[in-house]
């Protein structure tokens, strides 16, 4: 396929919204998807990854990640090698100038940021790659839906840029909302967008509370450990995965069902669950947090993403949700609240 027009003047900024996932979290990954069916319960926040295209005539392209103080800059007529610094952005790059532009480079600079930073568990990386195709998309005028757009940041990032991890950030990124989605062999995805009453999405929405434990981790190590549990089949590990699965199906009913006591339960079966599938999921620091949000009135709590750090997810009674959030500011970390969100991946042009 090759690019439309290219509007040389035009900037292009582009955003997607970053997602908790609620439920099944896992179960995206190979080969446990691909073998068993993995089921994936998430919502997406009024948090963003954000990408800005400046096209140039300079014959150069460059990559910067401000919120990160990173920077690469080439010749456009040299190989983009997908390596570090910035290897998601060379891996984008490379990957939109062979497939939709023949070959040809393209001269311009390209600037990411985001509202949460890496290893926060809130798929932060995915999102990225989503934000940056999403732009050179509207740059290029390519005509890419959700699906299509959600898979190309899939390969990209776990073919062309062989990073290890899931699927549902992908897809929340690009579809945007409250999604029930699930995942087979050969990368066959549904996805499910759910019609959430209102009442009860002000209600999910009064009862979260995040907090962000200050812990940058990187996803690839715990999800190698996985990985080869699954691999290996590991009875433990693995009823563990089938059991994060059927919650799913559970937390699903019981949002659509507005009964947030039975969702609260099924929330408190998968924070036990995952933490069997790799030791690294769970540290001293988050069993500190999460003990003190419970003594607080926390209904439930589980880590948002890998583990190991980033986000903690608790669901609480309105009642006491100020008692949580002052017993969580005792904590290392910064407790924060959301808002959830409909609106997919997003891009415009200003001239």
Known sequence: MLAGNVYQNAIVRSRAPLRLGLAGGGTDVSPYCDEYGGAVLNA?????????????????????????????????????????????HRAVYRRIVNQFNDGRPLS????????????????????????????????????????????????????????????????????????????????????????????????????????NTGVSRSSAAIIAEQTANITSHESKQLDAMHELKADAYGMKESLLKGNFRSYGEFMSKSWEAKKKLAASISTR???????????????????SGAGGGGFLT???????????????????????????????????KIY
């Not at 103080?69 to 910035?86: C, F, G, K, W």
């Not at 069993?287 to 003594?295: I, K, P, S």
């Not at 949700?321 to 609106?343: N, P, S």
Request: proline letters at 3%; aromatic letters at 10%.
């Open 314 to 348: 608790f669901l609480v009674d309105p009642c006491r949700r100020v008692d949580v959030i002052r017993a969580l500011e005792k904590q290392d970390g910064r407790v924060m609240i959301c808002h959830l969100t409909t609106q997919g991946s997003e891009a415009w």
């Open 44 to 88: 997406t926040v009024d948090m963003y990854a954000y990408t800005v295209i400046e096209p140039t005539d300079n014959g150069r392209v460059a990559f910067i990640a401000a919120d990160m103080q990173q920077e690469y800059e080439a010749s456009n007529a040299d190989v983009m090698e997908i390596a570090d610094p910035l290897i998601l």
């Open 108 to 211: 311009c600079r390209v600037t990411t940021f985001c509202d949460a930073p890496p290893g926060s568990g809130l798929g932060t990386s995915s999102t990225v790659v989503v934000s940056l195709v999403k732009a050179f998309a509207e740059w290029l005028n390519l005509p890419l839906g959700e699906y299509e757009l959600a898979h190309l940041a899939f390969e990209i990032e776990r073919k062309d840029a062989n990073l290890l991890g899931g699927r549902q950030d992908q897809y929340a990124a690009a579809f945007g909302g409250v999604n029930f989605m699930e995942f087979y062999e050969d990368n066959r995805v549904i996805v499910n967008p759910l019609r959430v009453k209102t009442w009860i999405m002000s209600e999910l929405e009064t009862s979260l509370v995040l907090f």
């Open 285 to 303: 620091h988050i069993e500190q947090v999460y003990d003190a949000a419970m003594n607080a009135g926390a209904v439930a709590g589980k880590v």
